[in-house]
Nanobody
Framework: QVQLVESGGGLVQAGGSLRLSCVAS????????MAWYRQAPGKQREWVAA???????FYEDSVKGRFTISRDNAKNTVYLQMNSLKPEDTAVYYC?????????WGQGTQVTVSS
């Protein structure tokens, strides 16, 4: 099993920045890919960004050029640097880890961007 704990969410004005962190514990050796998802009120959870075990990165179109995903394997941590935030980025952000068989999820951290 893998446990994930997110932090770093909060309230920020449009144009501002936040850095989310996700610390993994448990069977971290099994983790391959990690990702961030978000869920806005009344909407389905959507994928935001992913980073593979070889540190290749992928982004949803609306966050390209504004968000950066990174990982520190020594700290079992994945980050999401979010710049130029927009009100439409408001959501609960969830960390995801995958071991090719199972998905693990954190409890989420709220990001609110005011206009």
């Amino acid at each position: 099993q893998v446990q994930l704990v997110e932090s770093g969410g909060g309230l920020v004005q449009a144009g501002g920045s936040l850095r989310l962190s996700c610390v993994a514990s448990g069977s971290t050796f099994s983790i391959k890919h990690m990702a961030w998802y978000r869920q806005a009120p009344g909407k389905q959870r959507e994928w935001v960004a992913a980073i593979t075990s070889s540190t290749s990165t992928f982004y949803e179109d609306s966050v390209k050029g504004r968000f950066t995903i990174s990982r520190d394997n020594a700290k079992n941590t994945v980050y999401l640097q979010m710049n130029s935030l927009k009100p439409e980025d408001t959501a609960v952000y969830y960390c995801n880890a995958n071991d090719y068989v199972r998905d693990f999820w954190g409890q989420g951290t709220q990001v609110t961007v005011s206009s």
